[in-house]
């Protein structure tokens, strides 16, 4: 009998507070978990709670125990961001030094958040250097990156802070609890003629996020409007191209370039909350049907606005797994708008409503495009006509929707789940990384 891909090892896997995102985190990073453990891992949980808190002597007993356990590698569960929180970095990277497997969300957004202390709120606090920390990272020699999104590996190589290779792309796994309800109960069969949203859109979060000097508002502006005349543009690349734009002197003065600190503090607000925000709603809204609006759980003030743009308001929160799977399959059709930090990729959130059984609509992009190739196309749009003529198409066609949903299903547990994902990268990065030494 052929041993699992993962027999043997020992592996430190990352476990999010328990309050973190109303639990979703801790529920995922069970998730990834388990997924090792069924490929043969011994996996040893690092609860970061005592990291986070500052409870030493918690802290170090765990430290003991991992000693003990002897771990061939740690990783970052859900995301990466969790192993180089600078608590979690020092005690459980640095002082075990042991390789570590980072499979990044938004790396361009969440490294420098974790890198620099203090997080300046306005330019006259900004601080020069990250760009010679984010390399020090970056080229860590005991340290394997994994990228959802081939755009920030180019991203990452034009800011001159480090090259990885396309390998180093992967999609998103995607939980089994997914693919096991969609082969035991999902239809996409979903008897509502609405179109569902799920997800957060930060409509009060983007309010609350203003600037003294009014060109970086008028810098916003612009490259919001930029977004609107072309679907296909990245926040990134828009928000960069503005900046760019400004005149030396006053880039300068605004402490606007990669290695200023402010620089990085105001492409975190921009992209993961501003760009998530209005915009997201009126791309959703450009399907011409009445929009059932699945989230903003814990923002009573964005669900309001959101109702007051003539959506329903739906489940405000669905705990992750069978739940989720669920709503998924029970609507006839949902429309996603691509997360803002993401340059040519893409959340699990796909996946799993196509695993599970349900069917979305998506913003166009290529790594989406390079992952399904033929099948991508039909779910992809670029534009509100594009978008509006593809959901009555396919609300009119539930057949043809239902067979789509089928094909993409097909092909995701070979490929897309958390399990294929680890057997296929884990033992990749542990060879790079012994041969290294």
């Given at each position: 009998?052929?041993?699992?891909?993962?027999?043997?090892?020992?592996?430190?896997?990352t476990?999010?507070?328990?309050?973190?995102?109303?639990?979703?985190?801790?529920?995922?990073?069970?998730?990834?978990?388990?997924?090792?453990?069924?490929?043969?891992a011994?996996?040893?949980?690092f609860?970061t709670?005592?990291?986070y808190?500052?409870?030493?002597?918690?802290?170090?007993?765990?430290?003991?125990?991992?000693?003990?356990?002897?771990p061939?590698?740690?990783?970052?569960?859900?995301?990466?961001g969790y192993?180089?929180?600078?608590?979690?970095?020092?005690?459980?990277?640095?002082?075990l030094?042991?390789?570590?497997?980072?499979?990044?969300?938004?790396?361009?957004?969440?490294?420098?958040?974790?890198?620099?202390k203090?997080?300046?709120?306005?330019?006259?606090?900004?601080?020069?250097?990250?760009?010679?920390?984010?390399?020090?990272?970056?080229?860590?020699?005991?340290?394997?990156?994994?990228?959802?999104?081939?755009?920030?590996?180019?991203?990452?190589?034009?800011?001159g802070?480090a090259?990885?290779?396309?390998?180093?792309?992967?999609?998103?796994?995607?939980s089994?609890?997914?693919?096991?309800?969609g082969?035991?109960?999902?239809?996409?069969?979903?008897?509502?003629r609405?179109?569902?949203?799920?997800?957060?859109?930060?409509i009060?979060?983007?309010?609350?996020?203003t600037?003294?000097?009014?060109?970086?508002?008028?810098?916003?502006?612009?490259?919001?409007?930029?977004?609107?005349?072309?679907?296909?543009?990245?926040?990134?690349?828009?928000?960069?191209?503005?900046?760019?734009?400004?005149s030396?002197?006053?880039?300068?003065?605004l402490?606007?370039?990669?290695?200023e600190?402010?620089?990085?503090?105001?492409?975190?607000?921009?992209?993961s909350?501003?760009?998530?925000?209005e915009?997201?709603?009126?791309?959703?809204?450009?399907?011409?049907?009445?929009?059932?609006?699945?989230?903003?759980?814990?923002d009573?003030?964005?669900?309001?606005?959101v109702?007051r743009a003539?959506?329903?308001l739906?489940?405000?929160y669905?705990?992750?797994?069978?739940?989720?799977?669920?709503?998924?399959?029970r609507?006839?059709?949902a429309?996603?708008?691509?997360?803002?930090?993401?340059?040519?990729?893409?959340?699990?959130?796909?996946?799993?409503?196509?695993?599970?059984?349900?069917?979305?609509?998506t913003?166009?992009?290529?790594?989406?495009?390079?992952?399904l190739?033929?099948?991508?196309?039909?779910?992809?749009?670029?534009?509100?006509?594009?978008?509006?003529?593809?959901?009555?198409?396919f609300?009119s066609?539930?057949?043809?929707?239902?067979?789509l949903?089928?094909?993409?299903?097909?092909?995701?547990?070979?490929?897309?789940?958390?399990?294929?994902?680890?057997?296929?990268?884990?033992?990749?990065?542990?060879?790079?990384?012994?041969?290294h030494?």
């Open positions: 009998m052929a041993s699992l891909p993962l027999s043997g090892l020992r592996l430190a896997v476990l999010p507070p328990a309050h973190f995102f109303s639990g979703c985190d801790l529920a995922i990073a069970r998730d990834h978990v388990f997924a090792l453990q069924q490929l043969g011994a996996v040893y949980e609860d709670t005592p990291a808190m500052r409870l030493k002597s918690e802290l170090g007993k765990q430290l003991d125990d991992l000693r003990r356990f002897r061939d590698a740690v990783i970052g569960a859900p995301h990466a192993a180089v929180q600078p608590f979690v970095r020092h005690s459980l990277l640095d002082e030094d042991v390789p570590r497997l980072l499979y990044w969300d938004h790396a361009l957004l969440q490294l420098p958040r974790y890198l620099v203090p997080w300046p709120g306005s330019p006259g606090e900004s601080s020069a250097g990250v760009l010679a920390r984010l390399r020090a990272l970056f080229k860590h020699p005991r340290a394997f990156h994994f990228f959802p999104d081939s755009g920030q590996i180019s991203a990452l190589h034009h800011l802070i090259d990885f290779p396309p390998d180093s792309t992967y999609i998103p796994g995607i089994h609890q997914y693919v096991d309800y082969r035991d109960q999902g239809d996409s069969s979903g008897e509502s609405e179109v569902a949203f799920f997800g957060n859109i930060y009060a979060a983007a309010r609350k996020i600037y003294a000097d009014e060109t970086l508002l008028a810098l916003r502006g612009r490259a919001l409007e930029r977004l609107k005349a072309d679907w296909d543009c990245a926040p990134y690349d828009a928000y960069r191209e503005e900046i760019q734009g400004l030396p002197a006053l880039r300068s003065e402490r606007l370039g990669p290695d600190s402010f620089y990085w503090r105001f492409l975190f607000d921009e992209l909350v501003v760009a998530n925000g915009r997201r709603l009126q791309v959703a809204l450009e399907c011409g049907r009445p929009l059932a609006y699945f989230g903003g759980f814990a009573p003030e964005t669900r309001e606005a109702s003539g959506c329903r739906a489940e405000e669905l705990p992750f797994g069978q739940p989720l799977a669920a709503a998924y399959a609507q006839a059709m429309v996603d708008v691509g997360n803002a930090p993401y340059i040519n990729g893409f959340s699990t959130k796909l996946f799993s409503c196509f695993a599970a059984g349900g069917f979305m609509l913003s166009r992009k290529a790594d989406l495009a390079g992952a190739g033929d099948l991508a196309e039909a779910i992809m749009f670029s534009s509100a006509e594009e978008l509006s003529a593809k959901v009555n198409h609300l066609a539930p057949r043809e929707r239902r067979n949903t089928r094909q993409i299903q097909a092909v995701i547990p070979e490929k897309f789940t958390l399990s294929a994902l680890y057997a296929r990268t884990v033992p990749k990065a542990l060879s790079a990384l012994k041969g030494e």
